[in-house]
């Protein structure tokens, strides 16, 4: 495997897709921003060419502005080029490297930077990923980024400073059948102080297995309080409790000396609906926003009596980045982009 967390995997045979995305949501304005440079190399037997793609969608939650726009463009295999070292990424026009991301398509364009924090963290457990045991690998080159730089649409054109998110970079032949993910970088304490140097990702997944429904799984990173969280080892993941739908997700994950109990909610009216395609030709319907809300409650090991004991509380309103997928599209909800 390469050891940059970003370096495409693909190696041009047909049964992979791959995904680098950016999420973001300005604090002055509330708009989120989500990014996305993709490929797909379908199976011989869909007839579909290789192809890559970019899409831009923006969550907003402003009085009188439309809560979503999303846009999309494909573009044919041969304008998809990569470099592992340094890293860089062209999909056409649009560049990705570990500080940078750059592009336009219709209406839309961004120009945005950062500074790596040189961490990474991963879903799948190493020896899972050694074993070719998931459908799908989820890593985060960058998870918890401050942004600068500048987004446009529909003729406005927002300037950002300091706007938190994450990057991250995921390989494999197919999507679950259904699943949640959130994305948090901007957490508050109980007294509504910046948390600082702590971020939560996590994802939640069931996918079929010799025709039966497995899961979910519940993989989870993070940071509090300056020291790393994971709860991804595959005893855990299966223990991790976990129950998600497109309004919301509750979860509880446990590492070897804390634990993290936490509520994601989502507005219905700032859900992009989106229509992914695996490479064997099913599709997926996902529906993605950057202005959740989510509250966390910290847990530590208490050694002496046993159990858990509460270690703080922290919180996001408006600030938290969630996805809901499943394989039919959820009825009432508007597919923006199929």
């Known amino acids: 495997m390469p050891n940059a967390p970003n370096a495409l995997r693909w190696d041009g045979s047909a049964g ?6 950016l999420t973001l949501t300005d604090a002055r304005s509330g708009v989120g921003v989500w990014i996305r440079y993709t490929m797909v190399a379908p199976l011989p037997a869909t007839g579909e060419p290789a192809a890559a793609a970019l899409w831009f969608v923006v969550t907003d939650p402003r009085a009188g502005r439309p809560p979503v726009l999303a846009r999309k463009t494909t573009l044919p295999i041969d304008r998809l080029h990569a470099r592992a070292d340094p890293f860089e990424l062209r999909a056409g026009d649009a560049t990705l490297t570990d500080g940078r991301m750059t592009g336009a398509l219709d209406d839309v364009a961004w120009d945005l930077r950062w500074t790596p924090s040189g961490r990474r963290y991963g879903h799948v457990h190493p020896l899972l990923e050694r074993l070719g045991a998931a459908d799908t690998v989820l890593e985060l080159p960058h998870a918890d980024l401050s942004i600068e730089g500048w987004v446009q649409w529909g003729g406005e054109r927002l300037e950002l400073a300091g706007a938190r998110g994450g990057q991250a970079h995921l390989w494999g032949s197919k999507h679950a059948r259904s699943w949640a993910w959130v994305h948090c970088n ?12 702590a971020f939560i990702d996590a994802v939640s997944v069931s996918t079929t297995r010799a025709g039966r429904e497995f899961g979910p799984v519940t993989p989870v990173v993070g940071r509090f309080a300056g020291r790393d969280f994971r709860s991804i ?11 998600y739908s497109p309004a919301g997700w509750r979860f509880e994950a446990a590492g070897r000396t804390r634990k993290v109990i936490v509520e994601v909610d989502a507005d219905r009216e700032r859900l992009a609906g989106v229509t992914y395609r695996d490479p064997d030709g099913e599709f997926a319907y996902c529906y993605n926003t950057e202005t959740a809300s989510i509250r966390l409650h910290l847990y530590e090991r208490a050694r002496r009596v046993g159990g858990w004991g509460p270690a703080g509380a922290l919180h996001a309103d408006g600030r938290a980045h969630f996805e809901y997928g499943q394989r039919t ?6 597919l923006h982009l199929t």
């Open 329 to 334: 599209p959820v009825p009432g909800l508007e």
């Open 233 to 243: 080892s595959p005893l855990r993941v299966l223990r991790n409790r976990s129950r």
């Open 186 to 197: 901007d957490l508050r304490t109980a007294g509504d102080e910046p948390a600082g140097d």
């Open 16 to 21: 992979h897709y791959e995904v680098y995305y």
